[in-house]
């Protein structure tokens, strides 16, 4: 006499049980647990702490002071905090328009799948990868304003007198934004790169034989496919232009008479060199909702464009 038992039920391929889904689940969230840890203490943490002191009036050895949305109201009343802002506009729109162009236009250039473009992609992509303080040490060298300097005497070769640069309220703001648009330039590049791989060849074939002319072609056919890239670098060009600051502090610390003063140095100078640190944590919230506003601004319009 045989006894047969009954087989243990099996998943259907392709479909995991609910036990298998959970212990996947959970071994992501060990993996993610550490990044998670060091945001949570080192962003969001300082985040809310933040608008928590700007609602006070900190004096570190005497105790905290509730002054409610005074700081706030200083910050918008504040002249500086009005120029800064300013200066934080015109520097992004200038930087996000120069690299998104020259980002297009050497994405277009370099395009293609000859052997030798890697080591190109790789030299033009170097600025990204250097650390900002160090390129902007470098620059600030060579923007020495006297004759012997690199860009006066480049500058000199084509019977331009020596600028001052740095020096000048007119070409402070001008020359941090000049140094912003060649190091973000290759990033923009390397996108748009990889959104032109997507685009599809046959189309420029056909235009081709229908005659259309290079300019066409890249209008009708480049630009349109390119359109979510736009979008993309346009944001993250526009957000990173209103949180510039190492390229500020260390080219002119704002100067001179706080003719290329923004947002981040600002903020900075009133927590750090006058103590008010709750006008300062007021300046950081306010600089994060203007941050979230142009994000969100962002994304309706593309959302709007798409339908």
Known sequence: MTSSLAPEPTAPPGRRTP????????????????????????????????????????????????????????????EDFAAAIWHSVVL??????????????????????????????????????????????????MYYPGDNGLLNTVIGWAGIGPQPWLGSEDSSLGSIMLMSIWRGTPYDM??????LVGVDRTLYEAAAVDGASTWRRLRHITLPALRPVFWILFTLAAIRGLRVFVEVYVLTNGGPNGSSEVLMTLIYKLGFQKN?????????????????ALTVIVQMLRRRQAT
């Open 19 to 78: 036990s298998v889904r959970w212990r996947g689940t959970l071994i992501a969230w060990l993996f993610l647990a550490p990044a998670l840890l060091l945001f949570l203490y080192f962003k969001f943490i300082p985040m809310f702490v933040g608008l928590w002191k700007s609602l006070f009036k900190v004096q570190t050895f005497l105790g905290d002071e509730w002054v409610g949305l005074q700081n706030y109201q200083t910050i918008i009343t504040d």
């Open 92 to 141: 992004a729109l200038g930087t996000t328009v120069g690299s998104l162009v020259l980002g297009l236009g050497f994405a277009l250039l370099i395009e293609g799948p000859a052997r030798y473009l890697w080591f190109v992609r790789t030299a033009a992509f170097l600025p990204v990868v250097t650390t900002m303080a160090a390129v902007a040490e470098v620059w600030r060298i």
């Open 190 to 195: 390397m996108i748009f790169l990889a959104g």
């Open 276 to 292: 008010e640190l709750g006008v300062a944590s007021a300046g950081g919230i306010v600089l994060f909702l203007a941050t979230l």
